[in-house]
């Protein structure tokens, strides 16, 4: 027996109590970062970057579950993908828990996966490309907004915790973005391209996609690639007007069970 989509209800869209704590998180603890109010300033850091990171994580699924209710995928309400709640994720630790994993232990922005797209409702090829590249354009759209006093030329009375932390934050989403935007089984990239490919070739590269983000980050290791991946890092960082010192120091705060970097914590000093 056939069943019939399910229609959106008012409820499908209502932004979950999760992601309203998350944000409020984000909020407060950006509050500590900038003015200064937290005792341990590397501790505010730490919350502001881990839950504004989580905040752009849900993003990035909403975005991909936004695109195709539009391409004609009337699930995804019904799955709680609309509601920004990190906790309706097909694969929560693969969307939440091991990003952040990632960015506590080694401070990478790992793309998180995933919402189940019912592909066989949407017809149309752009339609499929869209919906893939709907969640790391949202990782690019925030990257901007974290470089924007940066690239801006607006840092004047911005504190120095607030623009490491920004700096640190902007690092992550751009990895994010250009990570997702490979063109490898198992990523966004190659879901922007699967719909162009012959259906003999995508038979063939389906058994490889559940191990192609392990295999983009076993060569990350490999200093002949890892070493280009991270100087590109750097390059367009530095176009968005984001220094090297700045994005080290945001990595140094965040880490803050560690000793401060003097340099770092000097520029704290100065800024207060």
């Known amino acids: 027996m056939a069943f019939a989509p399910s229609r959106s209800r008012r409820g499908d869209h209502r932004i979950s109590p999760v992601f309203l704590g998350i944000a409020a998180v984000t909020a407060v603890s950006g509050w500590a970062v900038w003015t200064g109010f937290a005792q341990s300033p590397g501790l505010a850091v730490f919350l502001f970057v881990t839950s504004a990171w989580i905040v752009s994580l849900c993003l990035h699924e909403y975005a991909h579950a936004r695109t195709a209710l539009h391409g004609g995928d009337l699930t995804v309400g019904a799955k709680g993908y609309l509601t920004l709640n990190p906790l309706k994720y097909t694969h929560a630790v693969l969307s939440i828990l091991l990003p952040v994993l990632f960015l506590i232990m080694g401070g990478i ?12 409702r949407i017809s149309g090829r752009w339609k499929h490309s869209l919906i893939s590249a709907a969640g790391p354009l949202t990782n690019v759209l925030f990257a901007v907004v974290c470089t924007a006093p940066f690239w801006l030329g607006a840092l004047d009375g ?20 250009i990570l997702n935007f490979l063109p490898v089984p198992g990523l966004d990239g190659y879901g922007v391209i699967e719909p162009w490919l012959s259906y003999r070739i995508r038979r063939q590269i389906e058994p490889f996609a559940p191990y192609g983000l392990l295999a983009v980050f076993v060569l990350l290791f490999a200093p002949e690639v890892g070493g280009p991946f991270f100087d590109m890092i750097r390059a367009v960082l530095g176009g968005l007007g984001v ?17 401060t970097n003097p340099n770092c914590a000097e520029l704290l000093e100065v800024s207060r």
């Open 109 to 120: 922005g790992l793309p998180g996966g995933a919402v189940f797209i019912e592909r066989h």
């Open 158 to 177: 911005v504190p120095a915790g607030f623009r490491f932390a920004l700096a640190f934050l902007a690092l992550l989403q751009v990895t994010a973005a």
């Open 243 to 259: 220094g090297d010192a700045e994005v080290y120091c945001g990595r140094d705060l965040y880490r803050f069970w560690q000793e």
